[in-house]
């Protein structure tokens, strides 16, 4: 489990890596908004083109070895990106590059309740969450230090290698990644069967459709951030502090989450945590000093870092081992969709209203996700009854 953790530590430290730098560099060389959602549409976005995809490569092709594969083909793609410099190629290396890796995220996730016990599952998740943040807080720092002193090309280097021991090491990693399939489970669902469950589940339903609205904010707020730090003339240092600083206490966050709590508490902690991430926003919105809105809206960070640990445990817990990539995947196919709209919308959104106006917009849309995820905690109480009945019958 530790191998899984530290697995995904350096690879997320590659990729914020990598990421935080092509988008300073783009911006820095086009000044153009529209270029930076092109840039996240690539790396993020077109995720939401692949999820179907992703899952059942998970769920049919072994997952360690769908998982390794990912991540040596990506790493191979960013060593080709050393020797490339035009801003149009270097975007369309970092879409290939995120093709590649498409299917590893869905199929990681899926695997972790097969690789700990069911006691210990939101341990687990926390785990993966607290890797995930080291990972934003190690890599935006890493990438912004050596394209200082090295630029773009040995970003992507480090980048490259950083894929290649993900791959080592969950190659080590002891275990089995998915459960003893039987005749009847390979013949569940094909493609939609992620979205079947979806609609089914009234907790991944209310679930995805709050996270949904939350992804298309941060689309927005991604794409308000190069020029929120433009404006107050923090320059690539400042930019990459604004991923740092969010990253650091969602690390808090992720520690929270593992803890032993009620399993009744659960959603409501959950809801708290979205609520957290819309007040940030509030106080980036219309705070007039940079390092205020650092130090203030960085707090909205516990509130993510507890809330994704937390939503992945209660989807995992809602849905078979047999069908759990595909689920995966289709929430991929939702969230990063309208991830990739709200990067799209955030262009124009930047223009006419600014950073900070930018940010009040995603507050307020931040609200209405609060909102709709109060819906969880009867959500969950309701499955957990149905659940109680049938193993009375």
């Known amino acids: 489990m530790r191998l899984l953790a530290a697995a995904r530590a350096v690879s997320f430290s590659g990729s914020f890596a990598a990421r935080i730098a092509l988008i300073y ?53 960013f060593a080709l990106l050393i020797f490339a410099n035009a801003p149009w190629l270097l975007v369309v290396g970092s879409l290939v590059a995120t093709i590649a890796n498409a299917p ?74 998915e459960a003893v399939r039987t005749a ?86 959950v809801v708290i945590g979205l609520g957290m991430v819309a007040f940030a926003c509030v106080a980036i919105a219309v705070l007039p000093w940079f390092w205020a809105i650092v130090a203030v809206g960085s707090l909205g960070g516990i509130g993510s870092g507890a809330l994704f640990p937390l939503t992945t445990g209660l989807i995992q817990q809602h849905s078979a081992d047999s069908v759990r990539a595909r689920v995966f995947g289709a929430i991929d196919t939702v969230d990063k969709s309208i991830f990739a709209t709200g990067m799209v919308a955030g262009a124009p959104l930047v223009s006419a209203l600014g950073a900070q106006g930018s940010y009040g917009v995603t507050a307020a849309l931040l609200t209405v996700a609060t909102v709709i995820m109060c819906g969880l905690p009867a959500a969950v109480r309701r499955a957990d009854r149905s659940v109680a009945l049938a193993a009375e019958v």
């Open 25 to 77: 560099v783009i911006y820095d060389r086009t000044r153009s908004s529209t270029w930076v959602s092109a840039v996240l549409v690539a790396d993020v976005g077109v995720l939401g083109l692949l999820g179907p995809i992703s899952g059942w490569i998970g769920d049919h092709l072994g997952r360690r070895r769908v998982m390794i594969v990912s991540e040596v083909a990506a790493g191979v793609v």
């Open 104 to 177: 590893f995220l869905p199929t990681s996730t899926a695997a972790l309740p097969n690789l700990v016990a069911d006691d210990d599952l939101r341990w687990a998740n926390s785990m993966q969450a607290l890797s995930s943040n080291a990972g934003l807080v190690v890599g935006p720092m890493v990438g912004g230090w050596l394209l200082a002193v090295g630029g773009i090309h040995l970003v992507f280097a480090v980048n490259a290698v950083s894929f290649v021991a993900s791959a080592f090491v969950i190659g080590r990693v002891r275990g089995r990644f």
């Open 184 to 269: 009847g489970d390979e013949r569940v669902g094909g493609l939609r069967a992620g979205y079947q469950v979806i609609a089914r589940s009234r907790v991944i339903l209310t679930v995805t459709a709050a996270l949904a609205l939350a992804h298309f904010t941060f689309g927005l707020a991604m794409v308000a951030d190069p020029a929120l730090a433009k404006h107050f003339n923090a320059g690539p240092f400042g930019y990459a502090v604004l991923y740092t600083g969010w990253g650091a206490v969602a690390l808090v966050g992720a520690w929270f989450a593992g803890r032993a709590v009620d399993r009744a508490q659960v959603p409501y902690r």
